[in-house]
């Protein structure tokens, strides 16, 4: 009796507020075959199937929460509608065949979407609630859009990879790519409340995606084998435009992903959809990958009615079938222009290049001749576009601005500015709009800046609350890196009767750290260790770790991040002056390496060795390192016998410090790891410098 009041009273309430806005009870049949018993709500385009046993009494009663779940899921569903041009099979054919999603536990996974035909089952409804109730800035809803991708992916045979020669295994890139380019710009365009968009993780995957799109085109090593069918190229192989550590190099997902969204931001976005969709679902089906290839640069080309060829061959490394080739060939030229790199490219050591490979979308094919300008001069000029940025380009500056340049016969037709820059001693909080509230860890926490301050504030005071915050951050190998940041954390006394917070007797606590997939650093746990938050005085505090502890062995480079998180009752933690310093001293000299004028070679001189004031110059015939590479004994061969020997590790720790005894030293480094190190002979006022393997 009581549950039907309760049906009675939401449904007038309903009424009275929302016209036709109403609650109704059905059974749902999952994928899976199980009946659930379930709340039905009807929508434009949609019917909100929620399982009784995920909702509680207080949610069913919260009419503006409910409806502002029905509109997200209309509105994401009228996104997929409206820019392709069609809607999938199917549906609920009591309520004029509207897409059903369920709310319960999926039949796969943490969501399922049937491929080609409405309907989808997403779990999570809990954390969708409490997301969509307080306006935040994570989408746990996020599931919705994705598993609508599958839904309208009615084209699956017109771009699946083959994977497997002669067999009807496929790879799903371009599948789960099309998903995930349809619900970012869904969610690009229908969340236009500011602190929704400010740290929202599901917005930052188009920046991430254009950023694996511009480590792409700059490799002309990568191209669709390596790179988009079986991954060849895991990993972060350019420090400035990849990411992985996270599934980015096991998930053909993200590539796929990545191509799709630079296509349609390189291009025109606007002019494509949706005919670009719309003519892909007329071409013939894949036998092998280069049909798939030219099903996508066939569709591109005549969405815009121009000829696409070299951005699609020179560019993007795409086989062509010939005869698409020919058709293609006679429609007109595209706008030649550059494409894109990153506005910020960093210097993660002085020993390392940055490679800045411009093309224009007709590369190639233009004739034009791309040059880079340093100070208003010249620093290349070339017909490939390749270019290779040297340390000594900065001239002991902490950055400069080039000027990228697009020249046809004398005439500049295009140009666009990139910061380099050394990536050491800067405020990360300079970089906000790359930080990104985790939208599975922070279902009922708000975070926000406000100046140049974070806060990470929690919404519930009945239960522990956490609350994450990254800035994704790639690592390189033999580097020592040290966070520095100022911390206010607020939180209640301890009660003894408390329950515990990770096992800890505490109200809650602020952390601040490094963080990726094998290893996770924090520089204080502010709040436990002073028992009662301070509301007054920010702390200060630093943590240094070596960049190879959060590394497989087998990377130069790999994604990690920056982390701040709190945990607690009602907590609310505030973070500025978040600083990140290079500290890494190559040569041992005490000079660290991006303010040391030498910095691999050891000296008293800004770094550098003492400026000689007679002819006694270095001859470097004078030390000789022998074998190198070494797996047992080292000798090192000098000229007298008065001074000392000292190696060092890549890290700048000193390994071994002696007296010369005789010409021919003997070491035994049978017990060092392996690397590289550097050997300081220190004799009569100046230093010798050279290095060895230890295999």
Not at 336 to 358: A, C, M, Q, Y
Request: hydrophobic share 35%; net charge neutral.
């Amino acid at each position: 009796m009581k549950k039907y009041l309760l049906t009675v009273l939401v449904a007038l309430l309903f009424f009275k507020g929302y016209g036709q806005f109403q609650i109704k009870e059905g059974i749902y049949t999952s994928f899976d075959g199980r009946k659930i018993d379930v709340y039905l709500i009807e929508g434009a385009y949609s019917v909100l199937n929620i399982d009784k046993k995920e909702i509680t009494s207080n949610q069913l009663l919260d009419i503006l929460t409910l409806k502002k779940i029905l509109t997200r899921t209309d509105d994401l569903y009228a996104f997929y509608k409206d820019n392709l041009g069609f809607e999938p099979p199917g549906g609920n054919p009591i309520y004029g065949n509207k897409v059903n999603v369920f709310f319960g536990a999926p039949s796969c996974g943490s969501g399922c979407g049937l491929v080609g035909a409405k309907g989808i089952e997403v779990g999570g409804f809990s954390n969708i609630f409490f997301n969509l109730k307080y306006d935040l800035n994570v989408n746990r809803d996020v599931i919705l859009g994705y598993e609508f991708g599958r839904n309208f992916f009615t084209f699956s045979n017109k771009i699946l990879f083959p994977f497997t020669p002669n067999t009807d295994e496929k790879n799903g890139g371009f599948a789960e790519g099309f998903a995930n380019l349809m619900y970012l710009y869904a969610f690009d365009k229908i969340m236009t409340n500011p602190s929704q968009r400010e740290l929202n993780e599901t917005l930052l995957n188009i920046r991430w995606g254009m950023q694996q799109f511009r480590g792409y085109v700059n490799d002309d090593s990568a191209n669709p084998y390596n790179s988009l069918a079986k991954w060849e190229k895991s990993g972060t192989l350019d420090p400035n435009r990849g990411i992985d550590g996270w599934n980015y190099d096991t998930s053909p997902a993200y590539p796929g992903s990545s191509i799709l969204i630079g296509i349609f931001e390189t291009l025109d976005k606007g002019k494509m959809f949706p005919k670009f969709f719309e003519i892909l679902r007329t071409r013939p089906s894949v036998n092998k990958i280069e049909d798939a290839l030219s099903n996508i640069a066939y569709s591109a080309s005549f969405a815009l009615n121009r000829n696409l060829l070299p951005f699609f061959i020179n560019v993007l490394k795409f086989n062509i079938n010939p005869d698409v080739e020919a058709q293609i060939k006679v429609l007109p030229v595209f706008e030649n222009k550059l494409i894109r790199d990153e506005p910020l490219l960093w210097f993660v050591s002085p020993f390392e290049k940055i490679t800045l490979n411009l093309k224009s979308t007709n590369y190639l094919n233009d004739n034009c001749t791309y040059q880079i300008l340093v100070d208003g001069k010249v620093y290349s000029t070339n017909k490939d576009g390749k270019n290779s940025i040297d340390y000594k380009t900065l001239e002991n500056m902490n950055e400069k601005i080039l000027n990228c340049q697009l020249i046809s016969n004398g005439v500049l037709i295009d140009n666009y500015n990139v910061k380099i820059k050394k990536r050491h001693n800067f405020n990360v909080f300079d970089f906000k709009q790359d930080f990104y509230a985790n939208y599975l860890s922070n279902d009922k926490s708000l975070s926000l800046f406000k100046n140049d301050t974070l806060t990470i504030k929690s919404l519930e005071k009945t239960e522990p609350v956490y609350g994450l915050i990254y800035y994704n951050f790639v690592f390189s190998r033999d580097r020592k890196y040290k966070l520095e940041g100022e911390v206010l954390n607020i939180s209640r006394k301890y009660n003894s009767n408390d329950p515990l917070i990770d096992g800890l007797p505490s109200s809650g606590w602020t952390s601040i750290g490094f963080g990726g997939p094998g290893r996770s650093n924090g520089f204080g746990r502010f709040g436990y260790d002073i028992g009662v938050g301070d509301t007054l005085n920010f702390l200060k505090s630093g943590f240094t770790d070596y960049s190879n502890l959060f590394m497989p062995s087998d990377r130069q480079y790999f994604m990690n991040r920056v982390y701040i998180s709190n945990v607690g009752y009602g907590e609310k933690t505030k973070v500025k002056n978040l600083y990140f310093y290079d500290i890494t001293d190559t040569d041992g000299d005490g000079f660290i390496d991006f303010e040391d004028n030498c910095p691999d070679v050891y000296g008293i001189y800004k770094g550098c060795p003492q400026i000689p004031t007679s002819k006694t110059e270095i001859n470097s015939n004078e030390l000789k390192i022998f074998p190198n590479p070494t797996s047992n004994k080292l000798n090192i061969k000098t000229t007298g016998i008065n001074g000392e020997i000292a190696i060092f590790d890549i890290l700048g720790n000193r390994i071994v410090h002696q007296k010369i005894i005789n010409n021919n030293t003997e070491i035994d480094v049978s017990q060092f790891s392996q690397g590289t190190y550097l050997v300081h002979v220190i004799s009569n006022n100046r230093t010798q410098t050279s290095k060895f393997v230890k295999m």
